[in-house]
């Protein structure tokens, strides 16, 4: 009989500054689907769900589907969230009967309003059902924040290794395939984690540029050849987390019987300190970046700028105006601004129909107090479902649903208005309202990184704002920390 091996995913990136409780209704609105509807959702795309279905695929493993269930990154992940999604793969792993092994999606930056380490608790969970003997295998984005239990509770841990993130179904495929090893008894895998006194690091694993998070990879893969070791992940961590055991891990995972284990994870977590201060970026105030936009922004090749202190995929309101407020008064041409998280907005486009000339008072009601509303007077150019699939490198494939969505023009600036905060990092985030990105000249979006995937071929430049108007700021000597570990770089003198 074909070996039985449960896939799960219960994703989440929580903000433990944002004030928006993660619901399960913020999973329906991102993506929950259960048993064979998983493969409907997410067979071909580029996600570890798909991987994994590809190993089963491959290996001749019969696929017992639970959950995948993903909700953009807010705050803690309510009760009755957490308990209905790993309360499901309980329940499917009850219903199934024995499975041989378990491949499981987590983020890794999961905050749940009952354990500061969501992912612990899921893993002990199902560790309280099969027993330590059932092979589990992990896989991580690489904005993770990591627990020793976690790394305890898992056969096998496995870090995606690109940002923007375009490695998911490999990452999948890596994890799943020494699973398969595990299973035959060809390696009998153990993970090693270690972290040191840091808030953030590695560049925040930017790898579109030479620098930290390409050479620390680099040094993982000459470790892993020279020690033999089986993986070698490098985590940049979740700074915008207030629990204790917040900031960049790495990962080895080796046969038990390799010595080597611990020491490339010590030369991996020394290289993670000696580079701490390094960047390839340098945020820039919403003025310096739209005084250099209005020089080299042209059609065909746009100027492009992120908000990136106000980024929705790091738990950011997707609401704040401070770029937005720049570019309407700034009297800026030509250019398109996408996406901006405003329900009210949108039905009052949607109630005054296309063509309509009405004042809106747009974005900053979520948390008035990182800049308020800007009143704008313009056209309503149209009205949306907000319902469009993803098309660029990264999680390509996937349906998104930005919810009713308008599109609002004032002066030179059409603003995409949507009734779900969402990451723009696809130009479909664009095209889908009718906007074709490569017609204007500057464009704008509610990103940190992950945007360069599908903009950097079409952008004559890309820069990032941070004016500190979002909970997603690098500005992290600003934010209340009460909870973590201290000293801490670089909040302390270390
Ligand atoms: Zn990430």
Redesign the pocket.
Known sequence: MAPRVLIAGFKH?TNTFSKLPTTLESYQARGLSRGEDMRTALAGTNTEIAGFLDACARHGWEPVLAIAADATPSGRVTREAFDEISGHILKTIDQAGPVDAILLQLHGAMVAEDHDDGESAVLNLIREKVGRDIPIGVTH???ANVTDLTAELSDVLVS?RT?P?IDQFDTATKCADLIARKMSGEINPKVTLLRGPQLDGVDH?RTTAPGPMRDILKLADDLTSEHGLLSASVNAG?PWADVDYVGPTVIVVADRENSNAMAAAEALREELWRTRETLTIQPMTAEAALAKARKKGKVGEPFVIADFADNP?GGGYGDSTGLLRAMITGGIENAAFSALYDPESVEACASAGAGAEIELQLGGKVEPSLGGPVAASGTVIGVYDGKFKLEGPMATGVAINIGPAAVFKSGGVEVVLASRRAQNYDRQFFKAVGIEPTERAILAVKSAQHFRADYAPIASEIVVVDDGDGITSHNFKSLNYQHIRRPIWPLDDI
Do not use: N
Request: glycine residues 20%; aromatic residues 30%.
């Open positions: 990136e984005d690489l904005h995606y940002y993130h694993g979740f995929g």
